[in-house]
């Protein structure tokens, strides 16, 4: 089953800062976070284990709440760069390779 | 500099053809993952192996068939069972380690039905 995103767009001016949520109805062993710019490949961002660890990335970090099944990630003084669709995935098992998708989020930087 | 080609870039289809997509690494991973993403539905995944000669089907596999015989390659067929192929088709690979590893992806092939 799918993971489910919030919000599925969103434009911010540059500078600002977006939260994307990442929600499941399963238990989960680690969260995937990856960045999609229009017409290119997926590109990964962090993978969060359960623990309930932070991890940061630049102006770019999410956090896992293993016992809500959710993670989140928050970017900072967005920039044009960041411009894409985000993609959170999901894995429930320790011994599997198998990372479910969500549908992704739109992020729009404008100046 | 190592990497995942996916070839050809653009396919078209016939109905009732087979097509094959071509996905080659040269990255040492031992895992690979064919996914398809439409306009508004993500990434999802049709197959993906995690050693030469297994492979495993992911949640769209029907009309799909695959096969693992090099660890660099992992070619998709699109059979004429999937009545619905037009598509972006990714192809990713990664190292085997608890939790999932992180996915390096190809380019993509985009097939069409003539």
């Known amino acids: 089953q799918q993971p489910v995103q919030s919000p599925q767009a969103v434009i911010l001016r540059e500078g600002e800062d977006a939260v994307i949520n990442c929600s499941s109805s399963?238990?989960?062993?680690?969260v995937h976070w990856y960045r999609q710019k229009h017409g290119e490949a997926p590109v990964f961002l962090m993978i969060l284990l359960k623990g309930g660890e932070q991890k940061g990335h630049d102006k770019i970090s999410a956090s896992f709440n293993e016992k809500k099944q959710q993670s989140s990630l928050y970017l900072t003084a967005s920039q044009l760069s960041y411009s894409g669709t985000y993609f959170c995935g999901t894995v429930t098992s320790g011994g599997y390779q198998k990372v479910t998708f969500g549908i992704g989020t739109k992020l729009q930087v404008i100046p | 500099d190592g990497g995942i080609t996916q070839s050809p870039k653009y396919l078209f289809r016939k109905e009732g053809q087979n097509v094959t997509l071509s996905c080659e690494q040269n990255?040492?991973?031992?895992?690979m993952y064919w996914y398809r993403q439409d306009p508004g539905q993500g990434l999802r995944l049709i197959y993906y192996s995690q050693i030469v000669n297994d492979f495993q089907k992911g949640d769209i596999a029907e009309g799909y068939s695959v096969s693992r015989e090099k660890k660099e390659s992992f070619p998709l067929t699109v059979t004429s069972a999937q009545k619905n192929p037009t598509a972006f088709y990714l192809c990713?690979?990664?190292?085997?380690?608890?939790?999932?590893?992180?996915?390096?992806f190809g380019d993509g092939t985009r097939l069409s039905i003539l």
């Open positions: 990713a690979s990664s190292i085997v380690g608890q939790g999932g590893q992180p996915q390096h």
């Open positions: 399963k238990a989960l062993y680690s």
């Open positions: 990255l040492n991973h031992d895992a």
